[in-house]
């Protein structure tokens, strides 16, 4: 069995002491594996990748039961920072790239948290830039006027900066024509693949996450309701009609009888 780099335990969250956001969820991450997150919007996918990256009390939420592991280690008193230099990464949903500096700059800024020699710097952006080359193409303009592709591609691109040992993206598909989503998918998937570097996939195109991941997650009111390999996540027939548009080409938003019909919450 392959080594777990990241491990959720029955774990809780409450938001300003009243607000239930995560019931009793369970999630693992395989070392060098990707792995999708499932669900609707506020389902609680985000507050799930916080809960791992340690920004829960930015927004006055906290993990009230359970666990967060990260490569054997319980990381819950760790602060945010602190999990960047262990090597856990998360590109917020938004792409939220530092808009008045350039995609140079950009990458330079993330390389601080590392507190790497020039050299190293130079060998982590030309690192970037070898899977990104569009980026290297629009390295010195303002970040601010790149296309969203573009920004979601620096925003993953400063995040490989930090050497992570795990990458976590949240909606990475957000906003982005399909041929940008699958181009970036490919990238991503490149990058597991030749770099070992573990996924969590925090994603609403459920048929986009799973092309790309080994397994998956559907996370439904804060709670895991389903887990099993890609392959048969896309086979079950909950899951076609759902997530993925059923036989007719149908959005789950627009089916009656959404919740009444999904047989994991009888």
Same mark, same amino acid.
Request: hydrophobic fraction near 40%; avoid cysteine.
């Given at each position: 069995?392959?080594?777990?780099?990241?491990?959720?335990?029955?774990?809780?969250?409450?938001?300003?002491?009243?607000?239930?956001?995560?019931?009793?969820?369970?999630?693992?991450?395989?070392?060098?594996?990707?792995?999708?997150?499932?669900?609707?919007?506020?389902?609680?996918?985000?507050?799930?990748?916080?809960?791992?990256?340690?920004? *829960?009390?930015?927004? !006055?939420?906290?993990? &009230? #039961?359970?666990?967060?592991?990260? =490569?054997? @280690?319980?990381?819950?008193? %760790?602060?945010?920072?602190?999990?960047?230099?262990?090597?856990?990464?998360?590109?917020?949903?938004?792409?939220?790239?530092?808009?008045?500096?350039?995609?140079?700059?950009?990458?330079?800024?993330?390389?601080?948290?590392?507190?790497?020699?020039?050299?190293?710097?130079?060998?982590?952006?030309?690192?970037?830039?070898?899977?990104?080359?569009?980026?290297?193409?629009?390295?010195?303009?303002?970040?601010?006027?790149?296309?969203?592709?573009?920004?979601?591609? *620096?925003?993953?691109? !400063?995040?490989?900066? &930090? #050497?992570?040992?795990?990458?976590? =993206?949240? @909606?990475?598909?957000?906003? %982005?024509?399909?041929?940008?989503?699958?181009?970036?998918?490919?990238?991503?998937?490149?990058?597991?693949?030749?770099?070992?570097?573990?996924?969590?996939?925090?994603?609403?195109?459920?048929?986009?996450?799973?092309?790309?991941?080994?397994?998956?997650?559907?996370?439904?009111?804060?709670?895991?309701?389903?887990?099993?390999?890609?392959?048969?996540?896309?086979?079950?027939?909950?899951?076609?009609?759902?997530?993925?548009?059923?036989?007719?080409?149908?959005?789950?938003?627009?089916?009656?009888?959404?919740?009444? #019909?999904?047989?994991?919450?009888?």
């Amino acid at each position: 069995m392959s080594a777990t780099v990241l491990s959720l335990n029955n774990i809780e969250v409450i938001y300003d002491r009243v607000a239930l956001a995560i019931k009793g969820a369970s999630l693992e991450v395989p070392q060098g594996g990707m792995v999708a997150l499932l669900g609707a919007n506020g389902a609680g996918k985000s507050t799930l990748l916080k809960a791992v990256s340690g920004l *829960l009390k930015a927004e !006055r939420g906290e993990i &009230t #039961r359970g666990e967060v592991q990260f =490569l054997g @280690e319980n990381i819950d008193a %760790l602060p945010p920072q602190t999990r960047v230099q262990r090597g856990i990464v998360q590109v917020l949903e938004g792409r939220r790239v530092f808009e008045h500096l350039t995609p140079d700059e950009n990458l330079l800024a993330a390389s601080a948290v590392r507190g790497t020699s020039a050299a190293e710097v130079q060998r982590d952006r030309d690192r970037v830039y070898g899977y990104f080359p569009r980026l290297h193409q629009r390295r010195s303009a303002q970040a601010g006027y790149l296309s969203g592709g573009e920004q979601q591609m *620096l925003a993953i691109g !400063r995040a490989l900066m &930090t #050497r992570p040992k795990l990458l976590m =993206l949240d @909606e990475p598909s957000l906003g %982005l024509a399909p041929f940008l989503v699958a181009e970036i998918f490919d990238i991503v998937r490149r990058i597991n693949r030749e770099e070992g570097l573990s996924v969590l996939l925090v994603e609403q195109n459920a048929i986009a996450a799973l092309e790309v991941v080994s397994h998956g997650y559907l996370i439904e009111g804060g709670r895991i309701v389903m887990h099993d390999s890609a392959e048969a996540m896309k086979r079950n027939p909950d899951i076609q009609e759902f997530y993925l548009g059923g036989r007719e080409g149908r959005d789950f938003n627009e089916i009656k009888h959404y919740r009444r #019909r999904k047989r994991w919450l009888s």
